[in-house]
């Protein structure tokens, strides 16, 4: 067990917020693998503090058993403490708030956001101690490398970050220059827990339960975040939980796949209706066959024929049938 704050945390994975996939519909159906703890999508500051309508919806959740966090971003200390509060007051099942600072994607390190904020330790330092004065509840904060590989400077962050008292730090094992392209330097950052004082999450091209391990070991990391490895393979997260609590690993059937593939859709409609839940659906539905054959053609009609559930039962059943003949 570790402790982010005041929460008590069992079992070793994260789910990794991810922009446009990990709404309350696909979060609810994830938990039941075994996730210890959840983020949500992250949460423009300013569309929160100008009420925008579809940026309060991703902070419109009920209360989980699953500790379930806000990741905010933004560039000012000022700003981020505004929306906290705003966040506070239309709903009080936030479990805590983690601050996005390493987002690599343009429009919004344009912004001075996400990763951008990197290239000012003290700032970043500052964005956590506006957040404390305004909430007991925990404040975690998510980082990178760097913003390149001339300007690797993730332990000057940390040490911001954790005098500014910061009750958790997650890390992707690339810089922001890396986007998500290459592969994640584990190596760099070998042992990096035994030098914090808070726990450390891990995050970077975990799609296996080797990924995950390798990772925990060579960072001495207390949980590893399930992000797009997840997308499609919600056994990873149970697999992770079972290999370190020596059970057997689940090697899913196509059968096993379908359902879990038919369970998440129904979960997601129940959150966004049938016409924007399809819609979203054709990104992920495809992930679950990525290993069977003719999983191409399945991806095919799977991003042009899904309108409503009834299609991606007919797609799924047909697909069936082809595989036991």
């Not at 209706?273 to 992920?284: C, H, T």
């Amino acid at each position: 067990m570790i402790k982010i704050g005041s929460l008590k945390i069992e079992g070793k994975v994260l789910l990794a917020p991810m922009a446009g996939v990990t709404s309350f519909g696909y979060r609810k159906y994830m938990n039941q693998f075994g996730v210890s703890v959840c983020v949500t999508e992250m949460v423009s500051d300013m569309g929160l503090i100008y009420d925008n309508a579809e940026t309060k919806t991703y902070i419109d959740f009920p209360k989980s058993e699953i500790p379930t966090g806000v990741q905010l971003f933004g560039n000012s200390p000022e700003n981020l403490a505004k929306a906290l509060l705003i966040c506070e007051k239309l709903n009080n099942s936030i479990d805590f708030y983690d601050v996005n600072m390493g987002c690599p994607v343009n429009k919004v390190t344009k912004t001075g956001a996400g990763s951008a904020l990197l290239k000012n330790p003290k700032l970043c330092g500052d964005i956590i101690r506006a957040l404390k004065a305004v909430t007991n509840k925990p404040i975690t904060a998510k980082i990178r490398l760097g913003w390149d590989k001339k300007s690797i400077n993730y332990l000057e962050v940390i040490k911001e970050l954790e005098n500014a008292g910061v009750d958790m730090i997650g890390i992707h094992a690339r810089t922001t220059k890396d986007l998500y392209s290459g592969v994640p330097d584990f190596e760099l950052i070998r042992d990096l827990r035994k030098q914090m004082n808070v726990p450390l999450a891990i995050s970077g091209n975990i799609y296996t339960v080797d990924d995950a391990v390798r990772a925990m070991e060579i960072t001495g990391a207390d949980l590893v975040m399930v992000a797009r490895g997840g997308i499609g393979n919600p056994t990873l997260i149970s697999n992770i939980n079972h290999y370190y609590k020596n059970e057997e690993l689940e090697s899913p059937s196509l059968v096993d796949q379908i359902r879990y593939c038919k369970e998440l859709a129904k979960s997601i409609i129940e959150e966004k209706g049938e016409f924007v839940g399809m819609r979203v659906y054709r990104a992920i539905a495809p992930k679950f066959f990525a290993s069977f054959p003719n999983s191409k053609k399945l991806k095919s009609r799977l991003s042009i024929e899904l309108n409503k559930y009834q299609d991606l039962e007919k797609i799924l059943d047909e697909y069936l049938e082809e595989f036991e003949k």
